[in-house]
């Protein structure tokens, strides 16, 4: 059996983490921009949808913009407790 020798490569910019790996890159932060908009048109349309308001808050958490966050996770939460409520009470009438 022949063992082969393993070619050494030089380490990478993705095999070293960097010194500030939390910050993110400008291709993160465009893309969070983006994001952020294609949410925001959605809201505009519906203000009450759970899931845009929720994904809106992780892109805001994601890019260090910790208030806005926290008001958009909030206002999810919000509106998923009265979906969830109003389906429940759709349900009881149904049966009844």
Do not use: F
Request: aromatic share 4%; hydrophobic share 30%; glycine share 4%.
């Amino acid at each position: 059996m022949t063992h082969r020798r393993r070619r050494k490569t030089k380490p990478t910019s993705r095999d070293t983490p960097a010194a500030d790996s939390a910050a993110p890159s400008a291709r993160d932060r465009a893309c969070h921009a983006t994001r952020g908009r294609d949410l925001t048109a959605a809201l505009d349309l519906n203000p009450t949808y759970a899931w845009a308001l929720s994904s809106r808050g992780q892109a805001h958490r994601q890019a260090g913009r910790y208030d806005q966050a926290r008001e958009d996770l909030e206002r999810a939460l919000g509106c998923h407790q009265i979906c969830v409520e109003s389906s429940r009470s759709r349900r009881r009438s149904a049966v009844l």
